[in-house]
């Protein structure tokens, strides 16, 4: 009998089938360290709107971004533990460092990937016993997080400088021919939300909140789909002008690409402890989208990300140090840049030289007074 598939069907078995081939394709036997970096998953609207949904607990996780979050755990456990032995298959403290930012959601999320890497049924169990130390076979993962001001996954908030840049753009010539383009288009969604006037750096926060009334509320949000996708294509276009000059990614993303090439440098030169195998860091969009300018990825290039999108790097020898960068965005799962599929690490290092900042310049920049000894570097809670 013939079997026939509708255009969804064939889009979603296409998605399926490049994991697959990505999947395939990853050489773990020549992998010697993961940095995985995710956004976290659906949440809350971080503003009530007078016409829609009051929402009681903003900018939490909701069901959904959980469920985002523990896929991207199974997907990892799959890859990394049952077709490779990478990792250990119940957890091992030498083998895994989490770093989250204090916001609920990114913890929540951190634990739900975690909940898939290492799921029920492979946690402690009693000495000299076969019983678990906990219901169902859990398994606690500590994940550290560095307070309010946090440099590594927060650098863009954390950084006065960051904050005065990021409003700049609003007095290039684009932005405000973009204003003026899209006036009367911002007038009707105001309305339609129930605001007097809305500016066009306020449409991102609008988006999610249209988002959440589609997603959890079986609801419009007073909008038909024309006018939605219009609201999203807005809003990437925001968000992808907001890092705009690497000089401001490098701020934004704060210690984070320092720390990621630091540990491909130490692992490469036989410094770091050889048992440590992954890091994971749960984070935000801006993170992600700071990190991007820091890289030297341009706006033509950049995928501005959605809930529970995943930059993954490994870091190879095979004849040789080698980086490779895959983003999970979505629908999208392949090459954060086709250059970066395979590139020798001396070659990755050389062109992230100029989005690294140590912390002394980091401080200076930001007009920040220097801390004590925390977790801002290494992230790790022995300290």
Request: glycine residues 8%; hydrophobic residues 35%.
């Amino acid at each position: 009998e013939k079997i026939t598939m509708g255009p969804n069907q064939l889009a979603s078995f296409l998605v399926i089938l490049i994991m697959v081939v990505v999947a395939t394709e990853t050489d773990t036997s020549t992998l010697r360290h993961v940095v995985v970096i995710t956004r976290h998953g659906d949440r809350t609207p971080l503003h009530n709107y007078p016409n829609h949904h009051q929402w009681e607990n903003p900018g939490q996780l909701t069901g959904e971004g959980m469920r985002q979050l523990k896929d991207i755990g199974d997907f990892l456990r799959k890859r990394y533990i049952e077709e490779s032995s990478f990792l250990s298959p119940s957890y091992k403290p030498s083998e895994l460092r989490v770093r989250s930012t204090t916001r609920d959601r990114a913890l929540m999320s951190a634990q739900s990937l975690l909940l898939g890497l290492y799921p029920p049924g492979t946690g402690e169990k009693m000495p000299d016993s076969e019983e678990f130390a906990l219901p169902y076979g859990i398994q606690p993962i500590p994940i550290v997080t560095a307070g309010k001001e946090d440099y590594l996954l927060h650098g863009y908030k954390a950084c006065h400088s960051v904050k005065k840049k990021t409003k700049e753009i609003r007095e290039t010539k684009e932005w405000k021919e973009k204003a003026e383009e899209e006036k009367e288009f911002l007038a009707k969604v105001a309305k339609v939300i129930g605001l007097p006037k809305l500016a066009l750096e306020k449409i991102s926060a609008v988006y999610h909140g249209v988002k959440a009334e589609r997603i959890h509320k079986n609801s419009t949000g007073g909008f038909t789909d024309e006018e939605y996708e219009k609201i999203l294509e807005l809003k990437n276009w925001v968000l992808s002008r907001k890092y705009w000059d690497r000089s401001l990614g490098r701020l934004g993303a704060g210690l984070l690409l320092s720390e990621i090439t630091s540990t491909f440098k130490e692992v490469s030169e036989g410094i770091k402890d050889g048992n440590e195998k992954f890091t994971y860091y749960s984070a935000h969009d801006g993170t992600l989208l700071s990190l991007f300018s820091a890289m030297g990825i341009t706006q033509k290039d950049l995928m501005v990300p959605h809930y529970a999108a995943m930059i993954l790097m490994e870091l190879h020898y095979d004849h040789g140090w080698k980086v490779k960068i895959e983003y999970m965005n979505k629908d999208y799962h392949g090459p954060l840049l086709s250059k970066w599929s395979d590139i020798p690490l001396k070659n990755f290092l050389s062109e992230m030289e100029g989005g690294e900042i140590e912390l002394d310049e980091y401080m200076r920049a930001c007009s920040l007074n220097k801390p004590k000894k925390n977790l801002q570097l290494s992230g790790r809670s022995d300290l």
